[in-house]
């Protein structure tokens, strides 16, 4: 008998075999030109071609968040424009903090229930009723998913803080970006856990010099470095899509976590 569950398998397959673009859908630690701000920064999703065998479609958006880049009507554009076949990274994270008193756009509901929302004031006096970090990713990649694309969960990468010879904790999005993977059974890929090994294994002094303006935007070396640390993550994952990976992407540094 043909069951639901192979025809997931031969699915699987056959959009790994018919693939055609990679979308990036994130924030400026991904986006062109970094911090969008004329400095030497640029976002990791500008490198990640030269590491695969597929053309990459870099729609990040510097200042976005999970809620904003769904209120701005960019998820909206990018589940037009993909088509069966094709795979997304998803990665945000940096922007979704509270933002206190007054709303600023980004923030989300704290916590990770999908069914959560907080009554939020704006700048003019008027509330709004926002959701998670979690409703907001999940709804773009189930979206993503009627398509036919095939999503990828990324955590967010960190900060350039360090606690002695590691980099400091991180936010609590991180753990959101694979609880959201883990409940819609989508590849999780933990770009924040990835580039802490290679930063780490570089050393704090070497990795200072990645951020020329702050300690979130990278330099071009910098993203270069996040960029291969996704490769490294996607490479140790089950996606299909590590099959795509060329020879510059298998030899990139680090091993599986």
């Given at each position: 008998?043909?069951?639901?569950?192979?025809?997931a398998?031969?699915?699987s397959?056959?959009?790994?075999?018919?693939?055609?673009?990679?979308?990036?859908?994130?924030?400026?630690?991904?986006?062109?030109?970094?911090?969008?701000?004329?400095?030497?920064?640029?976002?990791?999703?500008?490198?990640?071609?030269?590491?695969?065998?597929?053309?990459?479609?870099?729609?990040?958006?510097?200042?976005?968040?999970?809620?904003?880049?769904?209120?701005?009507?960019?998820?909206?554009?990018?589940?037009?424009?993909?088509?069966?076949?094709?795979?997304?990274?998803?990665?945000?994270?940096?922007?979704?903090?509270?933002?206190g008193?007054?709303?600023?756009?980004?923030?989300?509901?704290?916590?990770?229930?999908?069914?959560?929302?907080?009554?939020?004031?704006?700048?003019?006096?008027?509330?709004?009723?926002?959701?998670?970090f979690?409703?907001?990713?999940?709804?773009?990649a189930?979206?993503?998913?009627?398509?036919?694309?095939?999503?990828?969960?990324?955590?967010?990468?960190?900060d350039?803080?360090?606690?002695?010879?590691?980099?400091?904790?991180?936010?609590?999005?991180?753990?959101?970006?694979?609880?959201?993977?883990?409940?819609?059974?989508?590849?999780?890929?933990?770009?924040?856990?990835?580039?802490?090994?290679?930063?780490?294994?570089?050393?704090?002094?070497?990795?200072?010099?990645?951020?020329?303006?702050?300690?979130?935007?990278?330099?071009?070396?910098?993203?270069?470095?996040?960029?291969?640390?996704?490769?490294?993550?996607?490479?140790?994952?089950?996606?299909?899509?590590?099959?795509?990976?060329?020879?510059?992407?298998?030899?990139?540094?680090?091993?599986?976590?």
């Amino acid at each position: 008998m043909f069951t639901l569950t192979a025809a997931a398998i031969v699915f699987s397959m056959i959009s790994s075999i018919f693939a055609q673009t990679v979308w990036l859908a994130g924030d400026s630690t991904m986006a062109a030109g970094g911090d969008g701000a004329g400095t030497n920064t640029d976002g990791w999703g500008q490198y990640l071609s030269q590491y695969l065998n597929l053309p990459v479609t870099n729609k990040a958006v510097a200042g976005t968040s999970a809620r904003s880049f769904t209120s701005l009507g960019l998820f909206a554009s990018l589940i037009d424009d993909v088509e069966s076949g094709d795979y997304v990274v998803i990665e945000f994270g940096h922007n979704d903090g509270s933002a206190g008193a007054v709303d600023n756009g980004d923030e989300d509901a704290v916590g990770d229930a999908y069914n959560l929302t907080a009554t939020v004031t704006e700048a003019d006096g008027s509330t709004e009723v926002i959701h998670t970090f979690n409703f907001y990713i999940t709804n773009a990649a189930l979206s993503l998913t009627a398509k036919g694309a095939i999503p990828i969960i990324s955590s967010q990468t960190p900060d350039n803080i360090w606690d002695g010879n590691v980099l400091a904790a991180p936010s609590r999005f991180v753990p959101y970006a694979q609880e959201v993977a883990g409940n819609n059974s989508l590849v999780y890929i933990d770009h924040y856990d990835y580039v802490a090994q290679a930063y780490e294994a570089l050393g704090e002094t070497t990795v200072d010099t990645f951020y020329p303006v702050d300690h979130l935007h990278t330099s071009p070396t910098g993203a270069n470095v996040v960029a291969e640390a996704f490769v490294r993550g996607l490479l140790c994952s089950e996606s299909p899509l590590k099959n795509f990976v060329n020879s510059a992407g298998e030899a990139v540094p680090n091993g599986c976590l």
